[in-house]
């Protein structure tokens, strides 16, 4: 047989399937391992020397459902149930005037 259209039917077994963490189809089903993520590795694989990827996968291209919180927080100086204090002479005079 040659390398023409014939042998494209024996193209059909696929190496790779989805992978549990990230979601990519590079979790090969031989090496039980993910050629993405590294999974079952604790660690997620990244490499300095491809720095794209690393971008790609960094924090902050993802939803950030914690740290979204955090930074918000962060803003208000961790404040939670109380009234904002104000910043100008004005406001404090206000502010001690109803209290």
């Given at each position: ?37 590294g999974y079952p ?57 109803r209290s």
């Amino acid at each position: 047989m040659g390398d023409g259209t014939p042998a494209f039917g024996r193209r059909l077994s696929k190496a790779h399937g989805p992978c549990v963490r990230c979601g990519k189809r590079s979790y090969h089903m031989q090496k039980k391992r993910c050629a993405a993520c590294g999974y079952p590795g604790k660690r997620i694989r990244h490499y300095n020397w491809a720095l794209k990827g690393q971008r790609r996968r960094n924090t902050g291209t993802g939803r950030m459902r914690y740290l979204k919180k955090v930074q918000k927080g962060f803003k208000n100086r961790f404040r939670s149930g109380t009234v904002k204090p104000p910043r100008s002479a004005k406001g404090k005079a206000r502010a001690a005037a109803r209290s």
